[in-house]
């Protein structure tokens, strides 16, 4: 079986029919981007991915270990279990303005790590001094890995006092924290100027480098040709057309897929 496995996915709101039957998969390791116009289901698929919309058809299995089956009733333990095998970055950065960039990254493990103390340490001294020491460990790994992609001297700044890049890098950082088995990215770059914008790119790039399984909706061409080791083109809530950035790019077999990628290149 594949890292991840999704079977005829189908999501609808209302009487609109978004997503229209999506059989997907990526292996370990792999990074996969995401193309498509406006409107052709490709956030409502990541966001279907991630469980923070439920899929009203299909299923989606991750790593061999989780299962998800839309006609099935989860616990919010279980949904919660499921959300953490998948890490997200949003588009708008989705920061805590009151928090610093340090405390963006760590604070959401604290709280995860509180759950589990809370479920097997018993209430006293014992709990107070797990607290504590997953306090100091948690930190620990917040600054590593703001040190990881550059932010090792704005640990302390407020994402107010941060570039659009460096706040979407503490993004990254945060979904990073959480171990996912899959790193998500909805749209990086799309409210940054070009050089902000190749600065989150080569972050991205990086963890290529390093491995990471990644699935990427994203705009950007250059990136989808030069740094996916395969692209996906969405168009009305279907793939129409996947393969390797040469196939899709210098050999689209899809129409649909040939027009969108002519009106990308008159539009760069």
């Not at 059989?23 to 409502?44: C, L, N, Q, R, Y």
């Not at 129409?240 to 040469?246: A, D, F, K, R, V």
């Amino acid at each position: 079986m594949a890292f991840l496995e999704v079977k005829n996915l189908k999501k609808r709101f209302g009487d609109v029919s978004v997503l229209h039957g999506i059989d997907f998969s990526m292996e370990k390791g792999e990074v996969v981007a995401i193309i498509g116009s406006s409107g052709g289901g490709k956030t409502t698929f990541l966001r279907c991915l991630n469980f923070l919309e439920r899929a009203n058809f299909g299923t989606i299995d991750i790593d061999g270990a989780f299962h998800f089956d839309a006609n099935v009733v989860y616990s919010n333990a279980q949904m919660r279990a499921m959300r953490l095998k998948m890490g997200l970055v949003f588009q708008s950065f989705n920061l805590f303005p009151q928090y610093t960039a340090l405390e963006n990254v760590y604070i959401p493990l604290q709280l995860r790590t509180k759950e589990k103390i809370r479920a097997n340490v018993p209430f006293g001294l014992k709990r107070r001094a797990a607290y504590a020491e997953a306090q100091k460990e948690n930190r620990k790994i917040a600054e590593n890995i703001l040190t990881e992609v550059g932010l090792a001297e704005k640990m302390g700044n407020y994402p107010c006092q941060l570039s659009g890049g460096q706040q979407q890098r503490v993004a990254i950082a945060r979904a990073l924290a959480q171990e996912p088995a899959i790193l998500c990215f909805d749209e990086p770059t799309s409210a940054l100027d070009p050089e902000l914008t190749g600065e989150v790119l080569r972050v991205i790039k990086e963890l290529k480098d390093q491995g990471r399984t990644m699935l990427v909706v994203t705009h950007e061409m250059d990136f989808a040709r030069n740094v996916a080791d395969r692209v996906v083109f969405f168009a009305d809530g279907m793939i129409e057309e996947q393969g390797t950035p040469s196939e899709i790019f210098n050999n689209p077999k899809s129409a649909k897929t040939a027009a969108f990628l002519n009106h990308s290149a008159v539009n760069l």
